[in-house]
Each structure stands twice: as C-alpha cells, then as structure tokens.
C-alpha cells in the first residue's frame, strides 16, 4: 500500500465544513449534520470508536532475527482519524471548544459530547414539557401564540424528543381562553385527524370573528352613551348642583318640567322681575298689578299671574 503523503491526501473524501457551529442549545441539529457526512464517507467507524487504531509497528522477520518496522495502517487509519477531527473541530463553537481540548481522536469528541448533552437533554425535556403544559394564550394573538407553542416543539426536538401535530395541538387547545370553548370542541370531538395547519386556520378565523363581535359592540356602545349622556343643564336651565342634596324638584306641570332659571353662579333669576337671586313666588313685584314684567324673549306674552301661576305648579 502507499502511505505516502501525497497518496493519502489524495485518497480523503472532500468533507464540506459544516455552517452550523455547534453550542448548548443545537446538539441534536449539529449531531445530525455530522453523522449523515460521515455515513456518506464511510469514516462512521472512526467516529463510533469501531475501526480501531492498528498497531503503531509490526514484528518483521530478516532472516535469524526479527526487528519492528512501522505499520503503513497505522499511518492511514491516523491520518484519516486526524482529519475527521479537524472537520469537526471546526464546527465547533469556541464556547464548547474547552470541553474537547484535550481530546486527541474523532471517537474522543463525539463521547464527551454525547455524556455531555445526555444529562443536560433530560432536565431541559421535563422543562420544555412543563412549559407546554401550562402555556396560556393571554393577551397574545393566534399566530403569536401558535409561534411560541411551535418554538417549544423546535426545542423538543433538538433534544432528541419529536412532538406530533396532534399532541401539539392539543396543548394549543388547553391554552385557549373561555372565548374558544366552542372551537375547541368542534375539533376536540372530530373523529379525523386534526392537522396543525387546519387547526390554525380554524383559530384565526374565530379570532377574527371575535374581533369584528367587539368592535361592533364597542361602536354600539359608544352610540348609545352618546345619545343617553347626561347634559350639563336640563330643560328649563335647572343643574343639579343648583340644589342642595342633590334633590330635583318636582313638577305637576307638563312632562314635570320647570321653567326656573339659573345664572351661571348658581342663583335663580326671577321670572317675574328679570332680577338674580330670588324666585317668582318670593318677588315683591307679585301684588304690583301694575307692574306687567321685564320685556324679553322669555316673558313675552306672559302675565304676572301666568308666572306665578307657572312657579306654584312645579313646586
């Protein structure tokens, strides 16, 4: 065989290095990479600790005596090691390259990699199920919500773990509010599998639903209260802080409307005299059968007496 440098080199499959620097959180998406490259190249052996390391020189024999020459296999099976090592050393990230520094085979990287991850994988698998479990929508929209649960399933299976579409969504239902008690028993209920994708659709159209539901409601609302909103003044003039207590007169006359006035500080304006601060019952100007009132918009064509008339029947 021909161990020569320029032979070996020549005889090495052309790896092509890997994007994806591995760190904690992408084990399982750098493990894969890694294992369908070197399965295509046929170097498994190397990595899984099988094809074992020949011895480094062989017994030969010269005639009476024998002497060690070294062992060409030797040569190749450590070069080919050496150059799986440097393929995978670079795709490591530099905050996991202090693990493997010491580490002088492929097989030596790929075990403590594997003891490494294994005990972080089972503590991080019952975490991200906990989170699945008591996920709520809130005040999240579906997509956002559907993203997050997704994200949750991503982690999973860069763990080694796979969730399926239909456990997926059914921790999706279990997270949904009150609002989507029908939707989720519509398609809790189906005897058909539930896509996530259908599922989805089914969710956003509700949502959209809901939403166009509140926004008439709100423009309902609003135009009602705008149409029943309490004014400042009530017919007549009179406002309630006018009155001590808060108490409205009664009136016996038309609809149980009075007539009184009130200036904007609070005091009535005589009806019969025009004057603030008194009523037409308290005006002196009542036994004045002369006097025929102040003319204006408001007294104009009205007696004393239709006014004081007027004063004693909402009293």
């Not at 010269?62 to 080919?80: A, F, I, K």
């Not at 202090?98 to 097989?107: E, I, K, P």
């Not at 509700?206 to 926004?215: G, I, K, P, T, V």
Request: net charge positive.
């Amino acid at each position: 065989m021909d161990t020569s440098p320029i032979s070996i080199v020549d005889s090495m499959p052309h790896f092509t290095l890997i994007i994806l620097r591995l760190d904690r959180t992408n084990y399982h998406f750098w493990k894969a990479h890694v294992l369908s490259t070197v399965r295509a190249h046929g170097f498994e052996g190397f990595l899984f600790g099988t094809e074992l390391l020949p011895p480094k020189f062989v017994a030969s024999a010269v005639g009476s005596s024998s002497t060690s020459l070294p062992n060409s296999d030797y040569t190749v099976w450590m070069r080919r090691d050496q150059f799986l090592l440097r393929w995978m050393l670079y795709s490591i990230g530099e905050s996991m390259l202090g693990h493997v520094s010491r580490c002088s085979t492929s097989h030596e990287v790929w075990i403590i990699f594997e003891k490494l991850f294994q005990s972080q994988s089972k503590a991080r698998s019952m975490q991200i199920q906990f989170m699945l479990q008591i996920a709520k929508k809130g005040d999240l929209t579906i997509d956002e919500f559907l993203l997050k649960m997704k994200s949750y399933a991503d982690d999973l299976n860069s763990i080694g773990q796979t969730i399926t579409d239909e456990e997926l969504v059914l921790y999706v239902l279990d997270g949904l509010e009150s609002d989507y008690k029908s939707v989720v028993v519509n398609l809790t209920t189906r005897s058909d599998l539930v896509t996530l994708q259908e599922a989805q659709f089914v969710l956003q159209t509700h949502e959209m639903r809901l939403r166009n539901s509140l926004a008439s409601t709100t423009a309902l609302t609003t135009s009602v209260s705008s149409n029943v909103a309490p004014s400042a003044h009530f017919v007549g003039g009179f406002n309630q802080s006018n009155f001590r207590g808060g108490r409205f007169p009664r009136g016996r006359g038309r609809g149980g409307h009075c007539n009184f006035r009130y200036n904007n500080n609070g005091k009535p304006t005589c009806q019969l005299c025009g004057k603030i601060g008194h009523m037409a019952l308290k005006c002196y100007k009542r036994f004045d059968m002369s006097f025929t009132g102040p003319i204006n918009s408001h007294s104009s064509g009205s007696t004393p007496q239709s006014m004081i008339s007027a004063a004693e029947n909402v009293l």
